[in-house]
């Protein structure tokens, strides 16, 4: 659906000193019916690409393409649901306004207008906001009408960039509903995300790039799978079953007796080792990853544990 | 974009846009207008004294009225970042600010008619169609200028205000009447000396309609190829 190939783009400043490469051979492949999340530290390039992706920026080498066309194309011929990491719209239109005036820009048939524009402000919450001006909203209700916006038309690619960017915990949670009901076939749904939990509840995959190249991708479910990663073991009571299970567990500094923190393992290991204290008489209180298994492959990728 | 969903959405735009930039220039007219209401209403004019009268105040607010109509019409977009949400729909950037500068131009003689308007109510009867063509080659020629500066540059009005000064500097530094340098340099700049005129030939229409238009495809053009988010 969305292909980058060789995809390069350098800033230059006017003298053409100091040219700052955001993006650097990047080539990757989303398909359709998958939501494809892009994860990466601060300044890694993902706004770049994804302003690429809208043909808002210009590839300095390379190419993009969504469905065979050239990004402009593709938007300006079928519109994409987009959601921009910072939400700019002018702050004396009214709620209901602003949804109306992008519905009318979404080419939606002017029957269904209105009812779509309606169902967003009750998907989103917005009901006692949308007579408002938008100067009037707080951060959290800017960014669910930036939503809303990118929400009204069933377009085929939805481009979400730190969509939960100033919610607060309840709505974080409701975006991950917001976002698996977006998932549907001949659909592609990009998220750029810091938030690497987000991403790997509601992604099929996550790209992970670094200094704008593409580090490594992460199947949700099976790739990240079969990585390494830490577990905090709890137990009713203390047993030398534990350490005999698991080679090198220690006991947690903080709960000693009933807390034990893994070596790094596999999935397959866990699960052997768990069934070998539960057959020694051992009561698992819990289990819970150190680190998410996204978090994990993602520190790997960028180096952040060296 | 459909033609029909753009021509929808001009509604819009002159709502949001236009609309009230044409009370903000009929607002400084009227603010204007009034304290003459009572200088004339003392001391009429002569009939010949109000014609000039009329077209000195026009010549002035008319260009405060076409840095106020086409200013920003791409800049202000890209950099507050509006842009973003409307190119992301299926709408070309050239239909979408392209109908804003149209937009533009047609307020030009909304506006020159409400001077007229404002001028014949507060101070005296005055009615000039020559106005209404003046207005329409300053909106084509300083409008379409406004326009293609939009597309390059955060500031458009302020570097037309350059412009215009350097293209007046320079006419009077090198007169067509004096020197070949004189003749080339009048030849080749904008005409914008022309749009104060109160009548122009068909030779200086074509002149004034061709710069003007040639400006707003240079912003045309500048909207295809360089994309919006880039400095």
């Known amino acids: ?34 939501i494809f999340g892009i994860a990466g530290p601060n300044g890694a390039g993902k706004s770049t690409l994804i302003n690429i992706l809208l043909g808002f920026l210009a590839p300095t080498a390379g190419e993009v393409t969504i469905g065979g066309l050239s990004p402009r194309a593709w938007v300006e011929s079928r519109g994409v649901g987009y959601l921009s990491e910072l939400v700019a719209i ?45 100067k009037q909203l707080s951060k959290g209700n800017l960014q669910r009408l930036g939503l809303a916006q990118a929400l009204l038309s069933g377009s085929d690619v939805i481009i979400l960039d730190e969509p939960t960017h100033g919610f607060d915990p ?15 076939p001949g659909r592609t749904v990009v998220i750029a995300s810091h938030n690497l939990d987000e991403l790997e509840r509601v992604a099929d995959r996550v790209g992970i790039i670094d200094h704008g190249r593409l580090q490594q991708i992460a199947v949700i479910g099976a790739r990240v799978t079969g990585s390494q990663a830490r577990y905090r073991l709890v137990v009713a009571a203390p047993s030398p079953a534990v350490g005999e299970a698991f080679p090198g567990a220690e006991l947690s500094a903080e709960r000693r007796g009933e ?3 893994l070596p790094p393992l596999d999935l397959p290991a866990l699960n052997a080792g768990l069934r070998r204290i539960l057959e020694a008489g051992v009561q698992i209180v819990a289990v819970v990853p150190e680190r998410s298994r996204l978090e994990a492959v993602f520190r790997e990728a960028v180096g952040a544990d060296e | ?54 077209q000195g105040m026009h010549t002035q607010l008319a260009f405060l009225a076409v840095v106020v109509l086409f200013h920003g019409i791409v800049a202000e977009d890209r ?32 506006f020159t008619a409400g001077f007229l308007a404002i001028f014949s109510l507060s101070v005296t009867p005055a009615w000039e169609w020559g106005l209404l063509t003046s207005a329409v080659a300053l909106g084509v020629l300083i409008g379409g200028m406004i326009f293609a500066l939009s597309t390059v540059t955060q500031r458009d009005w302020i570097w037309m205000l350059v412009m215009a000064i350097l293209i007046s500097v320079l006419r009077a530094r090198f007169p067509k009447e004096r020197s070949t340098l004189g003749r080339v340099v009048n030849a080749v700049l904008p005409p914008n000396h022309l749009v104060d005129e109160k009548s122009l030939s068909l030779g200086q229409w074509a002149w004034v309609i061709g710069w003007g238009v040639g400006l707003f495809l240079v912003g045309l053009w500048v909207l295809r190829s360089r994309p919006l988010g880039e400095d």
């Open chain 1, 1 to 34: 659906m969305i292909v980058f190939r060789n995809l390069s783009k350098t800033y230059r400043t006017l003298l053409g000193r100091r040219p700052v490469r955001a993006v650097e051979e990047f080539s990757l492949e989303t398909e359709s019916g998958e």
């Open chain 1, 90 to 134: 002018p702050p004396a239109w009214r709620v209901r306004g602003v949804l109306r005036r992008y519905a009318l820009l979404a080419d939606l048939p002017a029957q269904e207008r209105e009812a779509r524009v309606e169902a967003v402000i009750q998907q989103l919450g917005l009901e006692e906001h949308a007579g408002k001006r938008v």
């Open chain 1, 170 to 184: 309840l709505w974080t949670q409701r975006f991950r509903d917001i976002a698996l009901g977006l998932k549907r």
């Open chain 1, 259 to 261: 807390e034990y923190l």
């Open chain 2, 1 to 54: 974009m459909m033609r029909g969903q753009a021509a929808r959405y001009l509604g819009r735009m002159f709502v949001d846009r236009t609309g009230p930039r044409i009370l903000v220039s009929w607002i400084i007219v009227a603010a204007i207008c009034l304290p003459l209401h009572f200088v004339v209403k003392n001391s009429p004019p002569p009939p010949a004294q109000l014609g000039n009268m009329v």
């Open chain 2, 79 to 110: 950099v507050k970042g509006y842009y973003r949400f409307y190119l992301a729909k299926p709408v070309s950037p050239l239909w979408f600010y392209g109908q804003s500068y149209l937009l533009a131009q047609a307020a030009m003689v909304v």
